[in-house]
């Protein structure tokens, strides 16, 4: 049998062997290197809210791998790859053959390049041990700065509050989740957030974080600053490559890949965050996935080329109702549909471009969202866009929505 060795115990890894399992593919025989327990990352920010207990969030106990007959090196750093005898060796000292490679290494979360980051109550979230650490903190803490209002620093900022930890969230742009929504959508969501407790700074950029050996307060690029006795830095991962670095591999911000998810070298592939496609790098849960499905059919035997994906977002935080999906903003060369209900507080989006959908934003009420993510992720007609479904008060009117370029838009209000 051949020798399948999988680094990353992580979500993409776990699901790549799930998927390789159940193709019946019983010619290899598998290693899995895993510096933590697997669970599933992407819930953290839920059990932190304490809408989810810490067991949810458990991806396979030990019993799975037994079952399936793989091996399983826990606790254990892969520190070199020798591509020329195909072997990884650990940070104990142990050697483990290959003859095909998968690296899921995953990401470490980015620190700002700030005078004092490294101050006592300046953390990031990202693992299992940062979650339990924040679980405690209103034991230790009063005012608490989220630095980034990206989807994790948003779900930790709710989950802090709910700590009963006075919360505000800094951010340099003027706008919440400026990347996944335009600015209504996010004007929206601000407004619901600060209903639930949170506040924010936007239009600031941390200059300094003040305070002897622990964390005092944040100093801002415009002289301004902010109580703050914990700092969370929420600003983004940074591929995992350093081994692939180290290894020969070619790297750019992730470990470059082709269309069949494989490195630089032939026997080595790479998936998840660490992997970069076509100029990509992906941190969601989505992208993972599909990478996690197309390696296993390549491994199997049935190559199947990966083009990329359009990631979806939604925000896990109770009360709140949103959803995004592909290009949100407009240019010159787009057309939209748009429908507010600002009683109901709803607000729906949809981008189109050459007469095809490529982007959707939904607020408020998410219910057509496996629908809007359907059209947009493979681009669909207009014509496939189900009108009656997702625009019902244009049905009660019995009219037609139509088209408008960007320069003259506008926005059709429901007022009933």
């Given at each position: 049998m051949k020798r399948l060795v999988v680094i990353g115990n992580g979500l993409a890894g776990i699901q790549f062997i799930e998927r390789l399992?159940?193709?019946?593919?019983?010619?290899?025989?598998?290693?899995?290197?895993?510096?933590?327990?697997?669970?599933?990352?992407?819930?953290?920010?839920?059990i932190l809210q304490k809408n989810v207990a810490f067991e949810k969030a458990e991806l396979e106990e030990e019993d799975w791998y037994k079952e399936r007959g793989i091996r399983l090196i826990e606790n254990e750093v892969a520190v070199m790859i020798d591509p020329i005898s195909r072997h990884v060796k650990t940070d104990r000292g142990r050697k483990i053959a290959y003859d095909t490679l998968?690296?899921?290494?995953?990401?470490?979360?980015?620190?700002?390049?700030?005078?004092?980051?490294?101050?006592?109550?300046?953390?990031?979230?990202?693992?299992?041990?940062?979650?339990?650490?924040?679980?405690?903190?209103?034991?230790?803490?009063?005012k608490a700065a989220v630095i980034g209002a990206g989807i994790l620093g948003l779900e930790t900022a709710m989950g802090l509050v709910q700590q009963g930890i006075d919360t505000t969230v800094v951010h340099h742009q003027p706008n919440v989740m400026n990347r996944q929504l335009d600015r209504l959508a996010?004007?929206?969501?601000?407004?619901?957030?600060?209903?639930?407790?949170?506040?924010?700074?936007?239009?600031?950029?941390?200059?300094?974080?003040?305070?002897?050996?622990?964390?005092?307060?944040?100093?801002?690029?415009?002289?301004?600053?902010?109580?703050?006795?914990?700092?969370?830095?929420?600003?983004?991962?940074?591929?995992?490559?350093?081994?692939?670095k180290k290894s020969g591999l070619e790297v750019?911000?992730?470990?470059?890949?082709?269309?069949?998810?494989?490195?630089?070298?032939?026997?080595?592939?790479?998936?998840?965050?660490?992997?970069?496609?076509?100029?990509?790098t992906y941190g969601v849960i989505?992208?993972?996935?599909?990478?996690?499905?197309?390696?296993?059919?390549?491994?199997?035997?049935?190559?199947?080329?990966?083009?990329?994906?359009i990631p979806s977002t939604t925000l896990n935080i109770s009360g709140i109702s949103l959803f995004s999906a592909g290009q949100v903003l407009e240019t010159e060369d787009t057309r939209t549909y748009q429908w507010i209900d600002p009683i109901r507080h709803v607000y729906k989006k949809i981008v189109t471009l050459h007469g095809h959908v490529i982007g959707a934003i939904l607020y408020g009420d998410t219910s057509e969202a496996v629908i809007l993510a359907k059209l947009v992720s493979r681009l669909a007609p207009v014509s496939d866009i189900p009108s009656n479904q997702l625009f019902p008060e244009e049905r009660k009117r019995k009219t037609n929505l139509t088209l408008v370029p960007r320069s003259d838009q506008v926005s059709r209000t429901a007022q009933s």
């Amino acid at each position: 049998m051949k020798r399948l060795v999988v680094i990353g115990n992580g979500l993409a890894g776990i699901q790549f062997i799930e998927r390789l399992l159940s193709m019946k593919s019983s010619r290899f025989e598998i290693t899995i290197i895993g510096k933590e327990p697997a669970y599933k990352r992407y819930l953290l920010s839920r059990i932190l809210q304490k809408n989810v207990a810490f067991e949810k969030a458990e991806l396979e106990e030990e019993d799975w791998y037994k079952e399936r007959g793989i091996r399983l090196i826990e606790n254990e750093v892969a520190v070199m790859i020798d591509p020329i005898s195909r072997h990884v060796k650990t940070d104990r000292g142990r050697k483990i053959a290959y003859d095909t490679l998968v690296l899921a290494t995953g990401a470490n979360p980015h620190v700002l390049p700030v005078k004092g980051a490294g101050k006592n109550g300046v953390m990031t979230f990202r693992s299992m041990n940062d979650c339990k650490a924040l679980m405690d903190a209103s034991k230790r803490y009063q005012k608490a700065a989220v630095i980034g209002a990206g989807i994790l620093g948003l779900e930790t900022a709710m989950g802090l509050v709910q700590q009963g930890i006075d919360t505000t969230v800094v951010h340099h742009q003027p706008n919440v989740m400026n990347r996944q929504l335009d600015r209504l959508a996010s004007e929206m969501l601000q407004e619901d957030l600060e209903k639930l407790g949170v506040k924010f700074a936007l239009c600031k950029r941390t200059k300094k974080i003040n305070g002897d050996s622990c964390a005092l307060s944040l100093t801002f690029s415009d002289g301004t600053s902010l109580e703050a006795d914990l700092v969370l830095m929420a600003v983004g991962v940074k591929p995992n490559v350093e081994l692939a670095k180290k290894s020969g591999l070619e790297v750019h911000r992730g470990i470059l890949v082709d269309d069949y998810l494989q490195t630089s070298d032939p026997c080595i592939y790479a998936i998840g965050e660490c992997a970069e496609h076509r100029d990509i790098t992906y941190g969601v849960i989505d992208p993972i996935l599909d990478q996690a499905e197309h390696l296993a059919q390549t491994i199997a035997g049935c190559p199947k080329q990966y083009r990329g994906s359009i990631p979806s977002t939604t925000l896990n935080i109770s009360g709140i109702s949103l959803f995004s999906a592909g290009q949100v903003l407009e240019t010159e060369d787009t057309r939209t549909y748009q429908w507010i209900d600002p009683i109901r507080h709803v607000y729906k989006k949809i981008v189109t471009l050459h007469g095809h959908v490529i982007g959707a934003i939904l607020y408020g009420d998410t219910s057509e969202a496996v629908i809007l993510a359907k059209l947009v992720s493979r681009l669909a007609p207009v014509s496939d866009i189900p009108s009656n479904q997702l625009f019902p008060e244009e049905r009660k009117r019995k009219t037609n929505l139509t088209l408008v370029p960007r320069s003259d838009q506008v926005s059709r209000t429901a007022q009933s």
